[in-house]
């Protein structure tokens, strides 16, 4: 008997569910009725087994309703307005895509615009260390988990593993090495350019017909190299300069596997677009509190006399510790001038200004603006060189 009120529960339970998702049921019931069965005495049936065959019918239906109510509950997802807005429009829709609700999206990133005293000199004291501290929560789910938090290496934002993942963040670039771990914010170096810089890049993607997200094999960066060689300078690239565009590729191509990843090739063309838009003093000011501490602690260790400079060939091996670090050999280089949306050619007057600060010591803060871009261009977590190193 306590068996039955249970199953009576149960049932009563349903029909509730089904009056809640009738709404779904009005085509149903404007269908024409079939003719109803005439009403007589019917002989006596057993209370359990009718019960048991209501039970049954009402099963079915619950199997119906909770269906119905599944949809309703996932219908407030994004994702799926956008799929099934597809489907009813006779696009298609990914079933994956209505399965990634419990996947994090990162917040929208706003992109940075240039101040009006931007290319003025920032002052950085040498003796000064700042030793920014690291956020207390998840940057993600705003979660204090004490020793579980992954800080990031430039910037001072911390993450779980398991908002990490939820992200999308793949394992590789999720795990910790000597040098630390850059999140995703920071590990993007195209995230630095304006709205007018990177609107400059795109329409140069576009003439050139480079597919975004999509990766480049040599003889396709080689066209690249051609095609904005021929728009901008009206020439072809000398066997020299194509030299220069391969050894890009094997640069951009540690692991060999014959492909440029899109990333890569983003950001090497970030960086050239940074070095032509940009002055130093204005660099010097994209660079974090840890970033200027690595500076000090890269020029501290090659001042070894310890009179406030250094010799062009101590700053040359500084520029370069930030990818030994990181695993990225000094062999393994390209130069952001070989690019031709980059800002300097061999001769340009940005190169004799460096030709210039290679006769004699370097200051701190000298120091510091010549090596803004190369510590910016260490920001990513790939194992590709996408700046040339200093010899």
Known sequence: MGALTSKKQQ?????RCTAVVS???????????????????????????????????????????????????????????????RLRDGKGVEPEELEKRRVLTPPAYVRPKREADDDQPLRVDLDEREQPAS????????VWTADDLRPCRICTRVFHDGCLRELGCPDSRASPDVAGWSCYYCDNVNLLLTEEEMYSLTETF????IIPESCLVSDELLQYHHSVSKRRF???????????????????????KGRVEW???????????????????????LLSAKERDAARSAFLSA??????????????????SWFQRLGKGPTQSCDVSASPVGPLCESGPGQAAQTDQDDGPTSWAD???????????????????????PL
């Open 11 to 15: 049932v009563n339970k349903v029909q």
């Open 23 to 85: 709404a779904f049921q009005s085509g149903i019931k404007e269908r024409p009725g079939g003719p109803k069965p005439e009403e007589g005495p019917e002989p006596a049936r057993a209370s359990v087994p009718e019960e048991t065959g209501q039970e049954g019918q009402t099963e079915g239906r619950a199997s119906a309703a909770t269906a119905v109510v599944a949809a309703v509950a996932a219908a407030p997802s994004s994702v799926n307005r956008e799929a099934w807005a």
């Open 135 to 142: 956020d207390d929560t998840c940057d993600v789910c705003q």
């Open 206 to 209: 576009k003439q050139c017909k």
């Open 234 to 256: 009206e020439t072809d690239l000398s066997d020299e300069q194509e030299e220069g565009v391969l050894a890009q590729f094997a640069a951009l191509d540690p692991q060999k």
């Open 263 to 285: 990333a890569d090739f983003l950001y090497f063309e970030s960086l050239a677009v940074l070095k032509r838009f940009r002055s130093e003093n204005s660099l010097v000011r």
């Open 303 to 320: 001042d070894r006399d310890r009179d406030g400079r250094v010799t062009p060939a101590e700053r040359r091996r500084a520029q370069r």
């Open 367 to 389: 120091f510091l603006r010549d090596s803004a871009i190369y510590i910016l261009a260490a920001r990513p977590n790939s194992s590709a060189t996408h700046i040339r190193l």
